[in-house]
């Protein structure tokens, strides 16, 4: 059985095939290629092959990693802010997808501002990990996670309603809640916190 690693290389392929060819025989093959990838990759992940091959389909041009944005945000007692996901229950640092025209700063505002309702201020860059380096769960995508270190802007508030989170709070490092897996790991979050407390050990990169 092929690693995740071999089918996402199949994937990138696959896809860059499709970008760059002109002979439509060619294109045939790589559409069956990604097609084949994908049922592969629906096996890997254990999600359903249709959604897969559908995902798979809407990504068109060269293939490079989804970039994960992650706020760290401490208070004066040295406490980290999570947020629970509304998808699994599970808590995580504040964060999420980068979208297009916003920078990490801004995407790490945001994301605090939007599932903990507290305004933060983007301070600097504490990680920069590969995904598929650290034991999460298998993804159908590679990913890059940022680390961003936010200081609080104002006053704690309340948590507000979206659709996302369903709480969010401040924890020890020592009392951690249970954490989504796919979203940060426990050493991810202790690290981030020592890397926040200790500028001279610098950025942490995969």
Known sequence: MPTLAQLRELQSIAQAGLTYTRDDYDKGRYVRL???????????????????????????GYLTPKVDVRAVVLNAAGEVLLTCERADG???????????GESPREIAVREVREETGREVRAVRLLAVLDKDKHPHPPDLWAVYKLFVLCEPAGPDAAHPVNTET???????LDALPPLSPGRNLPEQVRRAVNLALNPGLGVDVD
């Open 166 to 172: 369903t709480d969010s709070g401040w924890f020890s």
């Open 90 to 100: 599970l808590w995580s640092l504040p964060g999420g997808w980068a979208d297009p």
């Open 34 to 60: 990604l097609a084949l990838t994908a049922e592969l990759l629906a096996g890997q992940t254990g999600q359903d092959a249709a959604t897969v091959s559908g995902l798979l389909r809407v990504e068109q």
